[in-house]
């Protein structure tokens, strides 16, 4: 079995995964849509990762104490797909998958730690599938005008 160290490397990584990716998405949602409702939604569900980390059984000094980045196999590991993007949606799209594949992380390994924390995540998770239905409506929405026909 691995030590608390790993375990604490895997929630610190998609602690920032999660976060990332909704920061992103939630720019588009402010910038491009001019959402504030959606913007207001994913700014929300970010903040509550935030606050679970803190609150939890983990502290950021922990986190950063088992981070080793410069070892960390993964990091320059990029598939071809990941480094090309069609266009905002496209963005929008990878950065929400992102998003909750890493709430999903973060949900399994807290039931090692903390299983309040990891309902907690089971519902982020459920939240962000519903914002992204919302945003998905407004995306395809706001390409009407456009020809092409949205393919999210």
């Not at 504030?36 to 994913?42: G, H, I, K, N, S």
């Not at 196999?73 to 998003?99: T, W, Y």
Request: with cysteine.
């Amino acid at each position: 079995m691995k030590s608390d160290k790993d375990i604490y490397r895997i929630i610190d990584a998609n602690l920032n995964r999660s976060r990332e990716g909704l920061r992103v998405c939630e720019e588009i949602t402010r910038f491009v849509l001019n959402s504030p409702a959606l913007t207001r939604e994913l700014k929300s569900i970010r903040h509550k990762i935030s606050n679970a980390a803190k609150d939890g059984s983990v502290g950021h000094s922990r986190l950063c104490a088992s981070r080793d980045s410069e070892a960390d196999i993964g990091r320059c590991s990029k598939l071809p797909s990941e480094m090309k993007r069609a266009d905002l949606v496209d963005i929008f799209a990878a950065n929400m998958e992102r998003a909750k594949e890493s709430i999903r992380v973060l949900e399994e390994v807290f039931k090692l730690i903390d299983k309040g924390t990891s309902a907690g995540f089971a519902k982020l998770r459920f939240r962000a599938y519903e914002v992204e239905k919302k945003t998905v409506k407004e995306i395809c929405s706001f390409k009407k005008g456009n020809t092409r026909r949205c393919h999210y």
